[in-house]
Nanobody
């Protein structure tokens, strides 16, 4: 059984930083890419914000490019999201998952809440 546990969220002032972690058990992530998504308040869909390939190449949405950095530690089966220069628009629940189709079933974690407010 695959389990995904996101952590590291919290309340931060505008301009602040947070580092999120995504620990996966039941599946070795080293052979596939991983993504970070977020769901903003009042929205029903998850927005893709960052992606990292199995080889470590990263891509970002325009909304976070230059401020967020995705990384991975295959030995720990964990993916990270370093978030800098946070703004209230970054307030959301953040989730991680591989690209659609990698896992046969949906294994979403509870996500981690990030709130940016003064």
């Amino acid at each position: 059984q695959v389990q995904v546990v996101e952590s590291g969220g919290g309340l931060v002032q505008p301009g602040g930083s947070l580092k999120l972690s995504c620990a996966v058990s039941g599946s070795m992530i080293s052979s596939y890419g991983m993504n970070w998504y977020r769901r903003a308040p009042g929205k029903t869909h998850r927005e893709l914000v960052a992606a990292i390939t199995s080889g470590g190449d990263a891509n970002y949405s325009e909304a976070v490019k230059g401020r967020f950095t995705i990384s991975r530690d295959n030995a720990k089966n964990t993916v990270y999201l370093q978030m800098n220069s946070l703004s209230p628009e970054d307030t959301a629940v953040y989730y991680c998952n591989p690209p659609p189709g990698v896992w046969k079933d949906d294994y979403w974690g509870q996500g981690t809440q990030v709130t940016v407010s003064s």
